[in-house]
């Protein structure tokens, strides 16, 4: 098990090499640079900034401290919020983001998979078409139109939550909602699937043939096999949440890392638009490896050792 | 000896897109308490539905028990309600599946498999029921049980993962054990063993067994008495020498013809019935069996046999005992096993008139 995980935390550090080298020489193919903008610097100011900066060394210098730096996890300087580095609007921004995310993870698992049960349990009664009809919907709207739609009936017109912005519990509700609407929707739809080829398994007879009552059945034999896809899944869901949550804490007005990520990109703030790609693919890299180590808790038949099979 | 099971005149069907598959059409047949009954046919001719009816394992829909009785210990299963059939199921009938590779749940250990059972039925506290069943696992003969009992089905070979199979089944001492071709997925040494086993649990248990089987070869070894089933019915019904020696449809002769006998060496000889039993959702007038019957003659397109009664316990239904029927010779194969019995009626009596 340690094998494995040191094994895997390798291969993410290679993964990590690559990713800040390809962000690092877009970054620089991009046309415009920081202080390219529309009002005009004069020329001096600009000599000035670029020598602060560094940007004036030749790129492999450059290149070469980036990598040191982000080895001890400092992302320097922010080009735009001044007098801030990277690392401020992570601390900052990420807190908020994280639970944000937290919140959406929660809602789309435990509602998708519910949803995705009684669908699969009731197949082709009026349970299975209104869960999947609501899937669909799901699925089809765009989470910013999910949002607006959240805003103006729960919000607007019934009052039951505030419109925007992040001050109490309360306000987490609809973004949360609206981050988790797609990925729920889409939960739904895959543990029905998966749940119907469970049912049809031979597995299922033999606990019936043992005298085990529906619910007993489902409980102990049909969903943790269902699950499965569901747990695969994970990874690539966590990256949904995180794009998503882009547009949705501009939306809601949240002061997450993913509006600080929206705000950078619109500046041209180089050094911030590296950090938070990094710090994100560190993230999704470690939510992908959580994954795959749940999977092997659930599912006996994947062996965690070092590649070799087991017996 | 009392009746343990007694199928009367069981239907049932499927609706399918391509219409009404009649899977069983009108089976009847009985148990003694402690017996073996072996079920023998050709795939598809209506085996596992028969038996899972039984248990009422039958999806429904697609699945309708359209007649019938089924009387467990004097009670009718096909009235019970599910609740009911809960509390039968794994307690007074244990079934054992086809194959061993999917029939266990991948991701449970196999001891939890076993105290299921034990804990639903017994109403036993985790730890005795553990006990249970490392006890079942020793009994099946899975060596090293304490280690075992916490291995997950992948961790078993097919041989084993039968046993366990049998384990579950016997856990709360049933009083019917159902197996569908449970050794037809092994390797023939396999085979052999879990035979040896059931035989040797039944010593044991006194449990009654209705083994199910497409080869006749294992059948003398195992069973008490035979039915022999085809497309849905039972065509001929006698205790093991009766269908051995004494056999009187041509479908029996046809399946005995084409099973490997130990006392000869004529591969030449065997061969399996020609043709394919018909399509159940338009089950041919007369005898099921006739297109592929060398023996047919035109009554047998026109009009369904009636049962014949050979002795007090041989069963066939053909239109060869009829006593205007002409005398025919079985095939060479059937002939050279063929033995008088003496408790054969002077003539065969007609118990059920044709329809
Ligand atoms: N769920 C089902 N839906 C439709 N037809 C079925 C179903 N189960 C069994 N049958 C049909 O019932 C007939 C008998 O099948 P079965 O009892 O499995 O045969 P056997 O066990 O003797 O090989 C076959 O024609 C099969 O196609
Ligand atoms: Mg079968």
């Given at each position: 098990m340690l094998r494995y995980i040191s094994k895997r935390l390798l291969y993410m550090l290679m993964s990590l090499f690559l990713i800040v080298t390809v962000t690092f020489f877009l970054m620089r193919a991009a046309p415009g640079g920081p202080f390219s903008s529309e009002k005009q610097v004069p020329p001096e100011i600009e000599k000035n900034l670029n020598e602060?900066?560094?940007?004036?060394?030749?790129?492999?210098?450059?290149?070469?401290?980036?990598?040191?730096?982000?080895?001890?996890?400092?992302?320097?300087?922010?080009?735009?919020?001044?007098?801030?580095?990277?690392?401020?609007?992570?601390?900052?921004?990420?807190?908020?983001?994280?639970?944000?995310?937290?919140?959406?993870?929660?809602?789309?698992?435990?509602?998708?998979?519910?949803?995705?049960?009684?669908?699969?349990?009731?197949?082709?009664?009026?349970?299975?078409?209104?869960?999947?009809?609501?899937?669909?919907l799901g699925i089809s709207v765009p989470s910013f139109i999910m949002a607006s739609i959240l805003q103006y009936f729960l919000a607007i017109k019934l009052g039951w939550f505030p419109v925007a912005r992040w001050e109490s519990l309360q306000h987490t509700v609809l973004p949360a909602l609206a981050l988790a609407a797609m990925p729920m929707a889409f939960i739904a739809r895959l543990t029905r699937s998966s749940m119907l080829e469970v049912l049809g398994n031979d597995y299922i007879r033999t606990a019936k043939a043992k005298g085990l009552s529906q619910g007993q059945i489902t409980v102990k034999h049909a969903i943790r096999n269902a699950i499965l896809p569901v747990v695969t899944y994970l990874g690539p869901l966590s990256a949904q949440i995180l794009t998503g949550s882009f547009v949705i804490e501009k939306i809601f007005g949240i002061p997450g890392l993913g509006s600080h990520f929206v705000t950078s990109i619109t500046n041209r703030d180089y050094t911030t638009i590296m950090g938070v790609t990094v710090f994100y693919s560190i993230l999704l890299l470690l939510s992908v490896l959580l994954v795959d180590i749940a999977y092997g808790f659930i599912d006996p038949r994947i062996k965690l050792a070092g590649g070799k099979k087991g017996e | 000896m009392g009746k343990l099971l007694e199928v009367k005149n069981l239907e049932v069907s499927f609706q399918t897109y391509g219409g009404e598959v009649q899977a069983v059409r009108g089976v009847s047949f009985y148990?003694?308490?402690?017996?073996?009954?072996?079920?023998?046919?050709?795939?598809?001719?209506?085996?596992?539905?028969?038996?899972?009816?039984?248990?009422?394992?039958?999806?429904?829909?697609?699945?309708?028990?359209?007649?019938?009785?089924?009387?467990?210990?004097?009670?009718?299963?096909?009235?019970?309600?599910?609740?009911?059939m809960e509390q039968i199921r794994g307690r007074d009938i244990g079934m054992i599946f086809q194959d061993p590779m999917t029939s266990l749940n991948p991701t449970m250990k196999v001891g939890?498999?076993?105290?299921?059972?034990?804990?639903?039925?017994?109403?036993?506290?985790?730890?005795?029921?553990?006990?249970?069943?490392?006890?079942?696992?020793?009994?099946?003969?899975?060596?090293?049980?304490?280690?075992?009992?916490?291995?997950?089905?992948?961790?078993?070979?097919?041989?084993?993962?039968?046993?366990?199979?049998?384990?579950?089944?016997?856990?709360?001492?049933?009083?019917?054990?159902?197996?569908?071709?449970?050794?037809?997925?092994?390797?023939?040494?396999?085979?052999?063993?879990?035979?040896?086993?059931?035989?040797?649990?039944?010593?044991?248990?006194?449990?009654?067994?209705?083994?199910?089987?497409?080869?006749?070869?294992?059948?003398?070894?195992?069973?008490?008495?035979?039915?022999?089933?085809?497309?849905?019915?039972?065509?001929?019904?006698?205790?093991?020498?009766?269908?051995?020696?004494?056999p009187r449809h041509p479908y029996t002769w046809g399946l005995l013809a084409s099973m490997p006998s130990l006392d000869s060496d004529d591969k030449a000889e065997l061969a399996s019935i020609p043709g394919s039993p018909p399509d159940l959702t338009n089950p041919p007038k007369g005898d099921a069996f006739a297109p592929r019957n060398p023996y047919a003659m035109k009554i047998d397109f026109e009009m369904e046999p009636p049962l014949f009664q050979i002795s007090d316990t041989h069963y066939a239904a053909t239109w060869l005992l009829h006593p205007d029927a002409p005398k025919v010779e079985p095939p060479e194969a059937v002939k050279r096993r063929l033995r008088k019995l003496s408790t054969n009626y002077p003539q065969p009596i007609i118990v059920r008139e044709s329809e």
């Open positions: 602060y900066y560094g940007l004036d060394r030749p790129w492999y210098i450059q290149y070469f401290d980036y990598l040191v730096s982000i080895a001890k996890w400092d992302f320097g300087p922010s080009f735009k919020y001044k007098g801030q580095t990277v690392n401020d609007l992570i601390n900052e921004g990420f807190p908020v983001s994280f639970f944000l995310g937290m919140e959406s993870l929660l809602i789309a698992i435990s509602i998708g998979v519910l949803l995705g049960i009684i669908a699969a349990l009731n197949h082709n009664k009026w349970q299975d078409y209104a869960a999947m009809v609501f899937a669909v | 148990l003694n308490k402690g017996e073996t009954l072996a079920i023998v046919g050709e795939s598809g001719s209506g085996k596992s539905v028969t038996s899972q009816t039984i248990m009422r394992l039958i999806p429904t829909p697609p699945g309708k028990i359209k007649n019938g009785q089924i009387l467990f210990d004097g009670e009718d299963l096909v009235k019970k309600t599910d609740k009911e939890h498999q076993i105290m299921e059972v034990i804990m639903k039925h017994q109403k036993l506290p985790k730890s005795a029921a553990k006990e249970r069943a490392i006890e079942l696992l020793r009994l099946v003969g899975i060596p090293m049980p304490e280690k075992r009992v916490n291995q997950y089905p992948h961790e078993f070979s097919g041989g084993m993962r039968q046993r366990a199979m049998i384990a579950i089944a016997l856990a709360s001492n049933p009083k019917l054990l159902i197996a569908d071709e449970p050794t037809t997925a092994l390797d023939v040494t396999i085979q052999a063993q879990i035979l040896e086993l059931m035989k040797d649990i039944q010593k044991k248990t006194g449990t009654a067994i209705i083994f199910i089987t497409h080869d006749l070869g294992v059948v003398a070894n195992v069973a008490d008495r035979v039915a022999v089933m085809y497309a849905g019915k039972i065509v001929e019904m006698g205790t093991v020498d009766e269908i051995f020696y004494d």
